[in-house]
């Protein structure tokens, strides 16, 4: 299906086609629950769009843009969510793409496949260390890209699913809160190349570019919230912008990050537009985003 974004006086976002190319602990208390799955084929249905917004005829770029993108990424009003129900979407449906041949989960940065179809990480067992960690897991858990102890785990940021991963508790603790670096000597690692170390804490390459779009998306939706408790922001985002436009650049969204975007929307009611469309982060720009 193909999606444009155009930006003209009366502007529809939808998702872009452009990109065809191609993963502080939370402790977790809850029940299994198994899902069936079926193979239901679709009736067809319009593009999913953001709604219209009235722009410059010539087109905005720029502090502008950043503006319209914090108000297109208002969430559709719903039902209010929570981060359990939250977690339980995103182990069940929203990060459950499937893998050798059955239901389950490639983790964030071990990008290892855990077969099942429970809606609670304590079902998703490492059987061996097949992460090359030195652990064996016994779940997996719910990261935070933008750290929950840097907005005091308040809603709605620490239930939206554009900055929520699915991590080994392993992993997912030693990246704690640090920001995100380029590591030149590694201390902890996984298999995928994921890497903790004096700069802080590397993605592996497969998922540096879907980094880069949440924390992008983060700012964007929540810089006038109180988003930097406790934190060295400037070393946090401010001084990463640029490190973190290139990961965007380098690693392009995927089908299945793409298809992610499309869940999340239906369940939140909201889209990261850098996924959509990731030029829009050149759009934006770098002094734009340093700027918040």
């Not at 010539?58 to 502090?63: N, R, T, Y």
């Not at 994921?194 to 170390?197: D, E, F, I, V, Y």
């Not at 700069?199 to 590397?202: L, M, N, R």
């Given at each position: 299906?193909?999606?444009?974004?155009a930006?003209?006086?009366?502007v529809i976002f939808?998702?872009?086609?452009?990109?065809?190319?191609?993963?502080?602990?939370?402790?977790l208390n809850?029940?299994a629950?198994?899902?069936?799955f079926?193979?239901?084929?679709?009736?067809?249905?319009?593009?999913?769009?953001y709604?219209i917004?009235?722009?410059?005829k010539?087109?905005?770029?720029?502090?502008q843009?950043?503006?319209?993108?914090?108000?297109?990424t208002?969430p559709?009003k719903?039902a209010?969510y929570s981060?359990s129900?939250?977690?339980?979407?995103?182990y069940?449906?929203?990060?459950?793409?499937g893998?050798?041949g059955k239901?389950?989960?490639?983790?964030?940065?071990?990008?290892?496949c855990v077969?099942g179809s429970?809606?609670?990480?304590?079902?998703?067992?490492e059987?061996?260390d097949?992460?090359?960690?030195?652990?064996?897991?016994?779940?997996?858990n719910?990261?935070?890209?933008?750290?929950?102890?840097?907005?005091?785990?308040?809603?709605?940021?620490?239930?939206?699913?554009?900055?929520?991963?699915p991590t080994?508790v392993?992993?997912?603790?030693r990246?704690?809160?640090?920001?995100?670096a380029e590591?030149?000597?590694?201390?902890y690692?996984?298999?995928?190349g994921?890497?903790?170390?004096k700069?802080?804490?590397?993605p592996?390459?497969?998922?540096?570019?879907?980094?880069a779009?949440?924390?992008m998306?983060f700012?964007?939706?929540?810089h006038?919230?109180n988003?930097r408790q406790g934190m060295?922001?400037n070393s946090?985002?401010?001084?990463?912008?640029?490190?973190l436009?290139?990961?965007?650049?380098?690693?392009?969204?995927?089908?299945a990050?793409?298809?992610r975007?499309d869940?999340?929307?239906?369940?939140?009611g909201?889209?990261?537009?850098?996924?959509?469309d990731?030029?829009?982060a050149?759009?934006?720009?770098e002094?734009?985003f340093?700027?918040h």
């Open positions: 299906m193909k999606r444009i974004i930006l003209f006086s009366l939808s998702v872009s086609s452009l990109y065809a190319a191609q993963p502080a602990l939370d402790t809850e029940s629950a198994g899902l069936s079926e193979a239901v084929v679709p009736a067809a249905q319009p593009p999913l769009t709604r917004f009235e722009l410059p010539s087109g905005i770029a720029g502090e843009l950043f503006t319209y993108l914090h108000e297109a208002q559709a719903r209010p981060y129900a939250s977690r339980k979407f995103m069940s449906e929203g990060d459950n793409t893998c050798n239901p389950g989960i490639i983790t964030f940065y071990s990008q290892v077969n429970s809606d609670s990480g304590n079902d998703y067992p059987r061996g097949i992460n090359d960690d030195g652990v064996v897991d016994s779940f997996i719910a990261e935070h890209i933008w750290p929950q102890g840097y907005f005091d785990r308040k809603l709605p940021m620490v239930a939206d699913l554009h900055h929520l991963a080994f392993t992993p997912n603790g990246r704690s809160n640090l920001k995100f590591v030149s000597g590694a201390i690692s996984t298999s995928a994921s890497k903790l170390g700069e802080g804490f590397e592996a390459d497969a998922v540096k570019g879907n980094v779009r949440a924390l998306y700012v964007v939706r929540y006038d919230k988003i060295d922001y946090f985002w401010t001084k990463n912008v640029p490190m436009m290139q990961w965007n650049r380098q690693d392009p969204p995927d089908a990050e793409r298809r975007n869940l999340v929307e239906g369940f939140q909201n889209r990261n537009p850098f996924i959509d990731p030029s829009l050149e759009q934006v720009g002094m734009v340093r700027s």
